[in-house]
Nanobody, 114 residues
Framework: QVQLVESGGGLVQPGGSLRLSCAVS??????MYWYRQAPGKQRERVAT???????YYEDSVKGRFTISRDNAKNTVYLQMNSLKPEDTGRYYC??????????WGQGTQVTVSS
């Protein structure tokens, strides 16, 4: 059974930090990704981590977010620093394998507000 379980979201003040986690199970993966969907907006990819260790970021989060993985734990992380109100949204992880079968988890809500 394939599962993506996101956690770590919450309410944080502007300038604050949050670390999201995503536990992957039931499938072999190569590349891993984080997406977010803000209210009234399309879901967008914000970070990519390839199996070879290369990372890529959407311009608006570059320099503030860091994607990483722990292969032994089948977990991908997103460290988010210097958070802005425009970072507010529901955050989802995904992988090349789960995208291929059009699978999405429940996501985790991040709200940046004073």
């Amino acid at each position: 059974q394939v599962q993506l379980v996101e956690s770590g979201g919450g309410l944080v003040q502007p300038g604050g930090s949050l670390r999201l986690s995503c536990a992957v199970s039931g499938i072999r993966v190569n590349d891993m990704y984080w997406y977010r969907q803000a209210p009234g907006k399309q879901r967008e990819r914000v970070a990519t981590l390839t199996s070879g260790g290369s990372s890529y970021y959407e311009d608006s989060v570059k320099g503030r977010f860091t994607i990483s993985r722990d292969n032994a734990k089948n977990t991908v992380y997103l460290q988010m620093n210097s958070l802005k109100p425009e970072d507010t949204g529901r955050y989802y992880c995904n992988t090349d394998s789960t995208l291929a079968i059009r699978y999405w988890g429940q996501g985790t809500q991040v709200t940046v507000s004073s």
